[in-house]
């Protein structure tokens, strides 16, 4: 299938073009590690992920880089307030470096829970200070950006490209500027490289002076160490156009003199029922207190999934409930394929068992291969479930093809369970007890052994032909 995305760079969708033949380096912005990550970050994580898995079902060798910011990332994009780690680590009386793992120890944990693929490097910022001074001496030499009094400024005007990606012109954005809010700057459109501040509590060295780097030459400098100076995709939320990859495509390309990014991916805002989400409005919820209130793990991720990054997606309680339903239904098809797989009779695969396969990979695969068309890629699985659930008398042969099936299409979504549960001796026991109380039609014992069971921590699940599967409950510690 032709493979397609809608590049932010053109505003148009693009047929994908590795620059190296069956090999994808994608670059994601990552957290700035100073508080506990949202469901509102992980969208855009979330996106990279499903790409990351799409990829890789088609066949690609993947380097996902994602970095993680824990200097330099101010409250004001304009080069102005508090640095937002240092604030916390004010706030808390704590070092910087500490906050900084405390909160990235979070995220990576929320990452987990979420069936999140690791990328192959998480580089940090502030390992990565010697790259970033190297790059401003280049683009210093260059004349595309200038020292006053231990800063670096970047010389928008000087760049002819600025402003291709989010589509605004240093005319526009300086018509609209406060005038004279920082008299260092020859622009005012123009941004910091490095900072010079005696209160910041993060210092490095510098031809400059003592300092810390700017937020977007972080990204420049640790995209082009680990994925080089040109490369494929570049991920993140529609926040971080302007003017964060704005200044990304700026620095990299006069630096290296190549074409920084060939395709750009931006997620869209995550509202939460209806509303813009924020501090104020309390629903800035993290993924514990989801599962705090009694939703699976999976759940949150096949919502945070299942509208087109390029839609604003209304995050609600209803639509975590519908994919926990939506999920079951999956799930459970999955315990008759393996109860089918192990106990039907045996034979050959017929036909239109596989013309339902591969009817329904392919299906798959052209959706996604149209920009992430995840709504017709769900619509594609659930059209093959309800096939397979139809399906009477397959053999041993044929279950475990649909559960291969499956399988496969998980691996993209991530929403399946697919660890096995260590399973106490005593739940067994008293699901053996349930079992028989069942088949002597003892309803009362039967509800009973289930009652203890799902007290002890797990969940009884019946499935076709008298049996049963346990898995540990969510809220389980």
């Excluded at 033949?21 to 469901?39: A, E, L, N, Q, R």
């Excluded at 400024?153 to 490209?161: A, C, E």
């Excluded at 079992?435 to 499935?463: C, F, N, V, Y």
């Amino acid at each position: 299938m032709t493979l397609q995305f809608y590049n932010t760079l053109t505003r148009q969708k693009e047929i994908f073009k590795p620059i190296e033949p069956g090999k994808v380096k994608i670059y994601s912005c990552g957290p700035t590690v100073y508080s506990h990550p949202h469901i509102g970050n992980f969208r855009s994580f979330l996106v990279a992920d499903l790409l990351k898995r799409f990829l890789v079902f088609k066949g690609f060798k993947v380097t996902h880089i994602m970095n993680i910011t824990d200097v330099g990332h101010l409250i004001d994009d304009a080069d102005e307030g508090a640095d937002k780690l240092e604030e916390q680590a004010k706030k808390q009386k704590k070092e910087p470096l500490e906050i900084a793992k405390f909160y990235a120890d979070s995220f990576f944990a929320a990452s987990k829970l979420l069936n999140i693929i690791p990328a192959d490097r998480y580089p940090k910022a502030t390992e990565h200070i010697d790259e970033m001074i190297e790059m401003v001496k280049i683009l210093i030499d260059k004349s595309y950006a200038y020292a006053v009094n231990g800063n670096v400024y970047y010389d928008v005007t000087k760049f002819k490209n600025y402003g291709q990606l989010s589509g605004n012109t240093i005319e526009d954005l300086n018509a609209g500027a406060r005038i004279g809010i920082n008299p260092e700057k020859k622009n005012p459109q123009d941004f910091a490289l490095w900072k010079h501040d005696e209160k910041h509590l993060q210092q490095w060295a510098s031809p400059w002076g003592k300092g810390f780097p700017g937020w977007h030459i972080e990204c420049s400098a640790m995209s082009s160490k680990y994925l080089g100076d040109e490369f494929d995709i570049h991920t993140g939320g529609e926040d971080n156009i302007f003017p964060h990859h704005e200044c990304e495509i700026a620095q990299s390309e006069a630096a290296s003199g190549k074409k920084f990014v060939h395709y750009w991916l931006h997620a869209r805002f995550l509202l939460f029922d209806g509303e813009k989400m924020s501090k104020s409005k309390g629903n800035l919820y993290t993924i514990d207190e989801l599962i705090e209130k009694g939703f699976r793990k999976n759940a949150v991720r096949y919502a945070l999934i299942s509208s087109h990054y390029k839609q604003n997606y209304n995050f609600t309680f209803d639509g975590l409930r519908a994919a926990e339903q939506a999920i079951d239904k999956i799930q459970q098809c999955v315990f008759r394929l393996t109860d089918l797989a192990g106990n039907a009779p045996q034979g050959e695969i017929s036909e239109q068992s596989q013309s339902l396969v591969n009817t329904c990979l392919a299906d798959f695969d052209e959706a996604l291969s149209d920009d992430l068309n995840i709504s017709k890629a769900l619509a594609v699985l659930f059209d093959f479930i309800r096939e397979a659930n139809k399906a009477d008398g397959i053999n041993i042969a044929e279950a475990k093809l649909f559960l291969k099936t499956i399988e496969k299409i998980d691996s993209v979504l991530g929403i399946l369970e697919t660890k096995k549960e260590d399973v106490p001796e005593e739940i067994i026991a008293l699901a053996e007890k349930r079992k028989q109380a069942r088949a002597d039609k003892d309803w009362a014992r039967a509800d009973s052994a289930r009652d203890e069971i799902a007290a002890k921590g797990w969940i009884l699940e019946d499935i076709p032909a008298g049996g049963y599967r346990i898995k540990r409950r969510e809220d389980t510690p």
